[in-house]
């Protein structure tokens, strides 16, 4: 496809001049209208080098007011990067609602780099479907994404290269890697073209742009920017006077069970055993702690369950023995202001380990298909996409050499009315207890029916629930520490 595209486009500088007299402010006042409008906007460039990448960034932010956008250059990982999640250096600068960030170079320099240079440890299906699924939940929760190539012929390429090694200001840009990329160019353009063909989409579609002449590639790449944002604010806009009808049919009967409804709550330890085995678990999981570090190996652990469950008192004691310098525990609250500005699975990618370390999680993104859902806090379509979106997010920690265990601590209504109680009466225990406890018991069953279809569709091989018989603490304890130390054995293996 690139290959046979036309590069000798150009534009008069009369035209150019008549059409940028009236393009700058329109993009102005629609940068205005998507601030107002809390649209979250990403625009990425990618392109041969020497195409003028910098250059266009700069004249397409020269309209716009500084303090709404910021600008990315995506250069080498450094080793915090290198040590986590391949997308996770792009997930942590997202833009907030409102804002526009603009990045030099993105998340798909990686791949075609490796097609380059025959780099077979980055597959091809694999990294380009991580992408296509990561601008999918970013456009289905509202954000805006602008995809540009910036496409040059191998003679222009050589030109640029050498007049800016000509000039004694420029000539310490060019390297002999460039020249090399030269010299490779036929190569470069196959992978790009498969990067192109391989992440079109309808919701994130690229622009090739024809760079040769400036005046050309800035004008196309201005009013496609504003094409683009008029687009989806008039869209928007109608659909605030004409809101689609949500209005659905009821079951008439609930014919599903639960996958909680098998689980034996009566089983128990004693104090004696308890004690026993608790601290020899510890102490294998001290260890079992410092091999992950050396080898590198991060682990997720998530903990949810019913308000009483003996979330904290698990943790407490999975943690005891183990080195704080290496894990990190995350208490899950409701989104606050500024992380309801994200996408909502941002927060929990800002919190995930590097190489050898290990985060936990008490509550998590799971929100989002319970208490989210429960409560009204988002749609019906946002929590039920949540699920794919919760799958990919838990498939790339797996992909990247994590363990990712997710908890349920289960207890039975008796059980949490009696703790809820003991909290009443104990003053040390007291602020454990809220009104919005009580209230939850109230909506049991919707919780039971949320909770079942969460395990049932996010529970994988890479990523599984394990449901903790929990009316008896202490072999809930157990039951955690030994679940952690079998599967940091199976991956030591």
């Known amino acids: 496809m690139l290959e046979k595209m036309n590069l000798e486009k150009k534009m008069s500088k009369k035209e150019y001049k008549r059409i940028m007299k009236e393009l700058e402010p329109r993009l102005a006042l629609l940068q205005r209208r998507q601030k107002d409008a809390k649209i979250p906007v990403i625009i990425l460039f990618e392109g041969f080098g020497a195409s003028g990448k910098g250059t266009l960034i700069n004249e397409l932010i020269q309209p716009m007011d500084p303090r709404s956008f910021k600008v990315f250059t ?47 440890n980055v597959s091809s299906d694999t990294i380009y479907q991580d992408i296509l699924d990561f601008e999918e939940d970013l456009t289905k929760d509202g954000m805006l994404i602008i995809k540009f190539f910036l496409h040059i012929s191998q003679k222009e390429q050589a030109k640029r290269f050498r007049n800016l090694e000509s000039n004694k200001e420029t000539k310490w840009r060019v390297h002999e890697k460039d020249w090399k990329h030269n010299r490779d160019y036929d190569k470069w353009l196959k992978a790009y073209d498969e990067m192109i063909q391989k992440t079109d989409t309808s919701f994130a579609p690229w622009t090739i742009v024809e760079a040769t002449d400036r005046e050309y590639a800035k004008v196309k790449i201005l009013s496609t920017v504003a094409d683009i944002l008029s687009e989806r604010l008039d869209r928007e806009e109608k659909e605030a006077k004409h809101p689609a009808d949500e209005t659905r049919s009821e079951a008439v009967f609930d014919f599903s069970s639960s996958v909680l409804d098998g689980i034996d709550l009566s089983k128990s330890l004693t104090k004696t055993v308890y004690k026993k085995k608790c601290n020899e678990l510890q102490k294998r999981m001290s260890l079992l702690h410092s091999e992950l570090y050396k080898r590198r190996i991060p682990m997720v652990l998530c903990f949810e369950g019913w308000d009483a469950g003996g979330k904290g008192g698990a943790i407490r004691r999975l943690t005891k023995m183990m080195d704080p310098r290496g894990y990190e525990v995350i208490p899950v609250a409701a989104p606050n202001a500024v992380e309801k500005g994200y996408h909502y699975l941002w927060r929990f990618w800002t919190h995930m380990p590097k190489a050898g370390h290990v985060a936990i999680f008490d509550r998590s993104w799971y929100g989002r298909v319970m208490v989210e859902r429960i409560e009204g806090f988002c749609s ?27 908890f349920w601590m289960h207890i039975d209504p008796d059980e949490q009315k009696r703790r809820f109680e003991e909290r009443m009466e104990n003053p040390a225990k007291q602020w454990k207890i809220t009104e919005e406890d009580w209230r939850n018991r109230e909506k049991w069953d919707d919780y039971v029916k949320a909770v079942d279809e969460m395990i049932l569709r996010t529970s994988t091989s890479h990523a599984p629930w394990v449901i903790v018989e929990g009316n008896d603490k202490l072999y809930a304890r157990v039951k955690v520490l030994e679940t952690v130390i079998e599967a940091i054995e199976e991956k030591l293996k």
């Open 380 to 406: 019906e379509e946002e929590w039920k996409r949540a699920y794919n979106e919760i799958n990919r997010m838990e498939s790339q920690l797996a992909d990247a050499g994590a363990i990712v265990i997710k």
């Open 74 to 120: 995506i250069q080498k990982p450094v080793e915090e990067e290198t040590m986590r999640p391949y997308l996770w250096r792009f997930w942590t600068k997202l833009p907030e609602k409102g804002r526009i960030h603009i990045f030099d170079r993105s998340w798909y320099k990686k791949k075609v780099k490796s097609c380059v240079e025959n780099e077979d």
